[in-house]
């Protein structure tokens, strides 16, 4: 009897061992490696309003040398009601801080994600307030993904720093000189490279004590898979308020592959293979009705990722280029 319940118990775990196995090669065998990355022609300009829709510029490039101090990214999918709030706050810090410092120059970059709403449209009234050298609108040909949408937007920035921002206006904007005072910090060396996360960590225990037990246990398996997988050392990889030099923008963005909500894991992945210095800095967040995220698939598809960015860097599917390439 001991004989024959051992070799159940090892059917058992060789049958696991094998459906894991198979569960991995489809993932693996259905999901494209090579993610859409070409930019397509309309999104190589950018509109100025004040001189008519047919003024289009092109979006310089994020191999150029930088001519303003900060660009701010804005991710933007049907986010016509959120944005203005968003816009508001983040352009009112800024213009305060271009007031105190005469030489601070800035720019607003939203990406709209091939929006269905008016997105475009509202986004570009403030192009029309404050110019386009501060605020200028990149509309995708086609939906990206929130992690092409940022890749798109850091491409095209003209800072010297940059940062990407949601466009839901949950993270406090001032607290970017938090950010900012961190990044000095660990920027130390002479090729310039550092990324600073926010973070809400610091506001876990309240999280879990307004969530239900069934997304509490989801949370707390996606940050295990992180953990185990891929990023160590940071607790919170999700928050969207990251800020970066621009070297260390060029470095993983030309390396991204990820185009959906699990990008933040990879860009952190890409930053400790590199070795680029990393820091994490609590802020100010607060809930925003209108999350895009569908609590179960998003989180199905968040681990689903997280396996596939282990697997395919771990057997040179995905590799590591050191040396920047930009169009």
Partial sequence: MELTLFGLLQLLVLGAIVALVLVVIFIYMTTDPKPDTRRYDSEKYFVDPTAGSDQKHPFPSLGDGASLDLSVIVPSYNEELRLPVMLDEAIGFLENKQKEKKSFLYEVIVVD????????????EYSKKYGTDRVRVLTLAKNRGKGGAVRLGMLSARGRNVLFADADGATKFADLQKLEESLKK????EDNMAIVCGSRAHLQDEAVAQRSFFRTVLMYGFHFLVWFLCVRGVRDTQCGFKLMTR???????????VNRWAFDVELLYLAQALKIPTAEVAVNWHEIDGSKMVPVFSWIQMGKDLILIRLRYMLGVWQIHDKVKLQ
């Fill in 113 to 124: 994600d091939g929006s269905k709403d008016s997105t475009t449209k509202v986004a570009l």
């Fill in 186 to 189: 660990i920027n130390t060396k």
């Fill in 247 to 257: 070297e260390t923008a060029a470095r993983l963005f030309t390396n991204l592959h």
